[in-house]
Every structure is written in structure tokens, then in C-alpha cells.
């Protein structure tokens, strides 16, 4: 009997803004990055939970500003003249907190993009007087920027998250899928960009459709796992 053939082939997202949902959790955010909105203090800070939609975001107003993106690890000291010349938005600044030279460019950014009267987007996880810099001058600069916060997805932002991702995949589950899963799974958009990644590897390499029974197959073996993992260890 001929083998299934698995290719393990990158999800292409969708970043346009036709592309992300509006819900209560985001709405704040996404209303502060209108075109038409002008920041307070010229900078903001994007923060939410791992694939909350930060870097869908960002897309989004780079591409209403013409603002350019940069990971805040591959900034570096030479590139801020450059940079400085139209708005920018630096991704997962949290990232250096322990990187003397990277601070530094960073600073010098902030202060040079703002001084040249364009915006600056700052984005991490965590809320910006968590982040911890290791910069002082920084760490209050970033701690003086508006703030808005992308919150945990509610049922229906929930499903439309999975279904994103599952044609960002190009796929297509059963009817029954999404539901069952916003009804079972761990509210957070990691938890479902992990279940959709693992449901992809497993029809693809079993050969199996979308299915309801696959889901509950794979919650119910996410959950022993996470079970295992909490058990005590003997010494």
C-alpha cells in the first residue's frame, strides 16, 4: 500500500486589514491605529499575549503610515539614521533587555524618529513597566508612551482566530470543528496556533480529513501530556 507523502508546507498569513477581526478584546487597539489617530506622546505601545495579533497590527499600520518594521534584536546602532527618516515600528522590544547595544540603538531611534516629528510603534508581550530595560533613559521613555493592550480573545474572536490560521494553512476543517474547539480548548491565541499546527501535521502525515473526532483525539492527548508534565518527579 503506497505511503502517505506528508510536505509540512509554511503558513502564508493574511496581514491585510480586511484580514483581521474587530472584536471587544482588540478593539481599543485597533481604533488607536486609524490612520486618521494621532498619539498623545507621537509613540505607542502595542502589548499582548504571544500570537494575539501584535504583528498583524503592525502590518496593518505600516501599511497605512508607510512606517517600517524592525525587530527590536536586529537593530543596530548604524541603522537609526535611515530608520529616523519616516515613522517605525519595532517589534518584541523586551527581547534586549539584557542587550547593552541594542538598548542604545533603540534609544537613539526613539529620540531621533520623534525629534524628526514621525511615530513610533513599540510592541511585547507584557505591559510596557514590565519590560524590565536595562537602559534606564529607555526603559522611562517607553514606560511614557500611550499603551494599549490586546486582551484574550472572547468565543466568537476565538473562532475566527482559528479559522484564520487554518486557511492561512489551506485547509479546511469540518463544520463541527471550530466550535468544538472554542468550546474545549485553552483560551489563548497560542493554544490555538499550536491545535491548528498539530491538526495540520496530523492529516497530513494519516492521510486523516479535519475532523471533529481528530480534534478531540488531539485535546485529549494535549491534556494527558499536560498532565504528565505536572506530575511530580521522584528524586
Known amino acids: 500500500m503506497p505511503r502517505q507523502l506528508s510536505f509540512n508546507l509554511p503558513a502564508k498569513p493574511a496581514l491585510g486589514r480586511d484580514d483581521f477581526f474587530v472584536a471587544p478584546s482588540n478593539a481599543m487597539a485597533v481604533a488607536m491605529l486609524d490612520s486618521n489617530f494621532s498619539w498623545p506622546s507621537g509613540k505607542l505601545v502595542l502589548s499582548g499575549p504571544r500570537a494575539a495579533g501584535k504583528t498583524h497590527l503592525v502590518h496593518v499600520w505600516a501599511s497605512q503610515s508607510g512606517a517600517r518594521i524592525i525587530a527590536a534584536t536586529e537593530l543596530t546602532e548604524d541603522q537609526v539614521p535611515d530608520l529616523a527618516t519616516g515613522p517605525v515600528a519595532?517589534?518584541?522590544?523586551?527581547?534586549?533587555?539584557?542587550?547593552?547595544?541594542?538598548?542604545?540603538?533603540?534609544?537613539?531611534?526613539?529620540?531621533?524618529?520623534?525629534?524628526?516629528?514621525?511615530?513610533?510603534?513599540?510592541?511585547?508581550?507584557?505591559?510596557?513597566?514590565?519590560?524590565?530595560?536595562?537602559?534606564?533613559?529607555?526603559?522611562?521613555?517607553?514606560?511614557?508612551?500611550?499603551?494599549?493592550?490586546?486582551?484574550?480573545?472572547?468565543?466568537?474572536?476565538?473562532?475566527?482566530?482559528?479559522?484564520?490560521?487554518?486557511?492561512?494553512?489551506?485547509?479546511?476543517?469540518?463544520?463541527?470543528?471550530?466550535?468544538?474547539?472554542?468550546?474545549?480548548?485553552?483560551?489563548?491565541?497560542?493554544?490555538?496556533?499550536?491545535?491548528?499546527?498539530?491538526?495540520?501535521?496530523?492529516?497530513?502525515?494519516?492521510?486523516?480529513?479535519?475532523?471533529?473526532?481528530?480534534a478531540v483525539r488531539l485535546l485529549a492527548q494535549n491534556q494527558y501530556e499536560m498532565s504528565l508534565e505536572s506530575e511530580p518527579k521522584d528524586d
Do not use: C
Open 90 to 214: 519595532v517589534e518584541d522590544v523586551p527581547m534586549i533587555a539584557r542587550d547593552a547595544a541594542a538598548q542604545t540603538a533603540l534609544f537613539h531611534l526613539h529620540n531621533l524618529v520623534l525629534a524628526n516629528g514621525h511615530a513610533l510603534m513599540l510592541t511585547g508581550q507584557a505591559a510596557p513597566n514590565l519590560w524590565a530595560l536595562s537602559l534606564p533613559d529607555l526603559q522611562s521613555r517607553v514606560q511614557a508612551a500611550t499603551h494599549v493592550a490586546l486582551e484574550a480573545p472572547d468565543d466568537a474572536l476565538l473562532g475566527v482566530v482559528l479559522a484564520k490560521l487554518f486557511d492561512d494553512r489551506q485547509i479546511m476543517p469540518k463544520p463541527d470543528v471550530i466550535p468544538y474547539l472554542v468550546a474545549h480548548m485553552d483560551r489563548s491565541f497560542e493554544a490555538a496556533a499550536q491545535i491548528v499546527a498539530q491538526m495540520d501535521e496530523i492529516s497530513l502525515s494519516e492521510g486523516r480529513t479535519l475532523s471533529r473526532p481528530l
